[in-house]
């Protein structure tokens, strides 16, 4: 889209930030973690880190593919992280972005688990073929 360019003719960086957003609430949304479903509970996804690799341009009318797999999650899933794959038309990949993140209580702005009647739903996320089951450490 044009209000995706940049100055140098290619897809500007916010952009492929706002392809992975889209990717990861269509993953959410494939699993039975619709938008509805999250805001009915109060609950929403919160990022805690984002990183972008460049690989290659994206230049005005490339089509684009974005995979999300789950890489990494603990076994509540209350602490995850998600890799994204941004390929061109040509399917050349063009960029990868991982996050890292946790679900947030919209009302009390804390950290929080998903409900028990939800959470079976986060585990049929698409994982990657290097998934790790995070086990946390015991606090000292």
């Known amino acids: 889209m044009w209000s995706q360019i940049d100055a140098n003719q290619h897809m500007r960086h916010s952009a492929y930030a706002d392809l992975a957003a ?3 609430l269509n993953m959410l949304n494939q699993v039975g973690l619709s938008p509805v479903v999250l805001l009915g509970q109060k ?3 919160v990022l805690f880190k ?3 690799m460049y690989l290659r341009e994206i230049a005005l009318g490339d089509r684009v593919k974005v995979t999300c797999e789950l890489v990494r999650s603990r076994p509540d ?3 995850w992280a998600i890799r994204h794959e941004v390929y061109r038309g040509d399917g ?3 960029a990868i972005i991982n996050v890292e993140g946790a679900w947030i209580d919209m009302e009390k702005r804390k950290l929080t688990l998903l409900p ?3 959470s ?3 585990t049929k996320s698409p994982r990657g073929d290097d998934y790790i089951e995070e086990i946390p450490k015991p606090k000292e």
């Open 92 to 94: 050349v990949k063009a």
């Open 22 to 24: 889209q990717a990861r």
């Open 77 to 79: 899933g209350s602490r």
């Open 50 to 52: 984002e990183e972008l």
């Open 120 to 122: 079976s739903l986060f």
């Open 116 to 118: 028990e009647s939800i």
């Open 43 to 45: 609950i929403g996804p």
